[in-house]
């Protein structure tokens, strides 16, 4: 139970300790909401699951009642605390070298570890600079939540049409935490801005996944289809996946307001040095046989989100979309050695793309077991033979 000294504590005055503590510790932005139901927020997650958007994400199909209201996660709740922190690492140099491109908010350390970590720590000063024991939830990411609906009552920022929280200025690139408290803080006004008559973020969306202002269809979402997805990358869709291995940003990297404002994050744990870096390295990905291999290379980093072989799937597009010659012989390796179907069948997709492997498709076709990867086999004959484009 918590300590009842805290409702002594004047909500104005609370506000100012957090916004102190919270600059401290390194947050970019600070804001406050009461704990209510989310209505808007859960009135449009309620359409969006209802169209089929959420595709196969389990923890996003769970009732609109519970991802909309804080009270769910925790009872006695008085305030949703938003934080912001800039994640913005800078911009990728040219793709030279022919690797996989790798979402900003990946470059560096896994972002829930290093969140928790400093939000746990401004949770103990506040306890202690409020003089009694408050009962608060600290997350980032792993509770169900909508974070940008909370933050945006929080006036943390506004929806873009490409359905991120922009903040006038810090722009877009800016990770999310939240801390749930039993103790009543001063709210914010909730956060205003407009994208005025732009719609740069929906005209250069690569695939057309956002089908209305503030709209994403995961189902054709590029971050979605090579971060959450487990299966394959729908054939239609692999051309326009680009270069992008992990993540995507182009709607974000067109929008006016990151062109103009973005913040460079000031945490050393999200600069490019400090994990997997702007581009991932496709012919050494290809190579990693064993989630033993794969653990070792990209343990404690967001890349490991997807799987071995939800990685080396993305690689193989990203060598397809490439035209990556070099990558020919740790694809044809892929195709014959991988135990995973998944990985067989795109770095067959993959050899298609790029041509001149028609002898080593043929004998993989003689061996294969998987129906599936046949069939990604054949395709993959007649794209090289320059016969009906794989779609
Ligand atoms: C599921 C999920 C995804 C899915 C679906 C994304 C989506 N747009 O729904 C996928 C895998 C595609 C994804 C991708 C990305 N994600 Co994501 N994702 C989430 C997660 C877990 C839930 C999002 C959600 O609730 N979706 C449901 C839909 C209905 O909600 P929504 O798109 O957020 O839209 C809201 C607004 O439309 C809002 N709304 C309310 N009133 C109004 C009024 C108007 C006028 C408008 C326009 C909108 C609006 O209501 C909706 C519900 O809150 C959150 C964390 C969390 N627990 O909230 C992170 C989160 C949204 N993701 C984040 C990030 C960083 C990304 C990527 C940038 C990563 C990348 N580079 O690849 C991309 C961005 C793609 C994009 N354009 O959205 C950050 C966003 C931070 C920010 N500044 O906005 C979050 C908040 C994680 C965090 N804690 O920091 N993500
Ligand atoms: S992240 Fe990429 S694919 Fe997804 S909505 Fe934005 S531009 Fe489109
Ligand atoms: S690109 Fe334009 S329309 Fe899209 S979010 Fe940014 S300002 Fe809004």
Redesign the pocket.
């Known amino acids: 139970m918590a300590d009842r000294r805290g409702e002594n504590i004047d909500p104005r005055e609370a506000r100012l300790i957090l916004e102190e503590r919270a600059r401290e510790a390194g947050f970019d932005l600070v804001g406050v909401g009461v704990a209510e139901p989310?209505r808007?927020?859960?009135?449009?997650?309620r359409?969006?699951?209802a169209a089929g958007?959420?595709?196969d994400?389990g923890?996003?199909q769970r009732p609109v009642e519970l991802?909309?209201n804080p009270k769910k996660l925790q009872k006695s709740a008085r305030s949703v605390v938003s934080l912001?922190v800039s994640?913005y690492p800078g911009d990728h140099p040219e793709n030279a070298e022919g690797g996989g491109r790798v979402?900003?908010?990946?470059w560096g350390r896994d972002?829930h570890e290093v969140?928790k970590e400093r939000l746990f720590r401004l949770r103990g000063e506040l306890e202690e600079a409020l003089g009694g024991r408050i009962k608060a939830r600290a997350f980032?990411?792993?509770?169900?939540?909508?974070?940008?609906?909370?933050?945006?009552h929080a006036g943390?920022?506004?929806?873009?049409?490409?359905?991120?929280?922009?903040?006038g200025e810090v722009g877009?690139?800016?990770?999310?935490?939240?801390l749930i408290v039993d103790l009543e803080i001063e709210p914010d006004p909730p956060g205003e801005g407009t994208c005025g008559r732009c719609s740069r973020?929906m005209d250069r969306?690569p695939t057309g996944?956002?089908k209305a202002?503030?709209?994403?269809d995961?189902r054709l979402?590029?971050?979605?289809l090579?971060?959450?997805n487990r299966g394959e990358i729908p054939r239609r869709l692999r051309k326009r996946v680009g270069d992008w291995a992990?993540?995507?940003?182009v709607?974000?990297e067109v929008c006016p307001y990151n062109k103009t404002k973005a913040t460079k994050s000031r945490w050393p744990e999200f600069s490019a040095g400090a994990g997997a870096g702007p581009y991932l390295e496709i012919e050494e990905v290809l190579a990693i046989r064993t989630d033993e291999e794969f653990e070792g290379r990209f343990a404690g980093t967001p890349l490991t989100r997807p799987g071995r072989a939800g990685l080396l799937r993305n690689c193989c597009v990203a060598a397809g979309n490439l035209r990556l010659r070099s990558a020919v012989p740790a694809l044809v390796r892929a195709l014959r050695e991988d135990s995973s179907p998944l990985v067989r069948g795109h770095a067959a997709w993959a050899l298609g793309e790029i041509g001149d492997a028609e002898k080593a498709l043929r004998r993989a076709a003689e061996q294969e077991k998987d129906a599936w990867c046949r069939e990604e086999i054949e395709l993959a004959l007649m794209a090289g033979a320059g016969g009906a484009a794989v779609g």
């Open positions: 989310l808007e927020g859960g009135e449009r997650l359409g969006w699951q958007m959420a595709a994400m923890y996003m991802l909309s912001g994640y979402a900003r908010y990946a972002y969140i980032t990411d792993a509770v169900p939540l909508l974070e940008r609906s909370a933050a945006q943390l920022g506004f929806f873009g049409r490409n359905s991120c929280l922009i903040n877009s690139y800016f990770f999310i935490a939240d973020c969306c996944a956002i202002p503030g709209v994403v995961a979402c590029i971050s979605y090579t971060i959450e992990f993540g995507c940003d709607c974000q």
